[in-house]
């Protein structure tokens, strides 16, 4: 079962509009169909997300220099099979909810 992390840092809350949730996959093994509809948007200088150019749903986080890139489990229709592993940016989260469900809560990415 793919482990998920929930980001609580202020970007990834003003994308989604709340904490964005996601799992990291190798970019070897990710075929994207369709990449004719994405936009992609550099939200740092070693960070961009993409982005559906029709509906505008965050899609992906992509740090091009890594092997690994950031699915936004909210753009799958149907069931995904993740769970949460982690919280990571917690001293981030906002004020209007709290993480209840048993994972590990961190205030940045842990190590590893």
């Given at each position: 079962m793919p482990e998920a992390s929930a980001c609580h840092c202020t970007r990834c809350r003003k994308v989604s509009g709340s904490y964005e949730i996601g799992i990291d996959v190798n970019k070897s093994a990710l075929e994207i169909s369709g990449a004719e509809h994405l936009t992609w948007y550099f939200s740092s200088e070693?960070?961009?997300?993409?982005?559906?150019?029709?509906?505008?749903?965050?899609?992906?986080?992509d740090a091009p220099e890594a092997d690994w890139i950031g699915l936004h489990l909210g753009s799958f229709d149907g069931k995904t099979g993740a769970r949460i592993a982690k919280h990571i940016f917690v001293a981030d989260k906002g004020d209007y909810?709290?993480?209840?469900?048993?994972?590990?809560?961190?205030?940045?990415?842990?190590?590893?």
């Open positions: 070693k960070v961009r997300r993409g982005f559906c150019a029709t509906c505008g749903s965050p899609m992906f986080f909810y709290e993480i209840c469900d048993g994972a590990p809560q961190y205030e940045t990415v842990p190590a590893g």
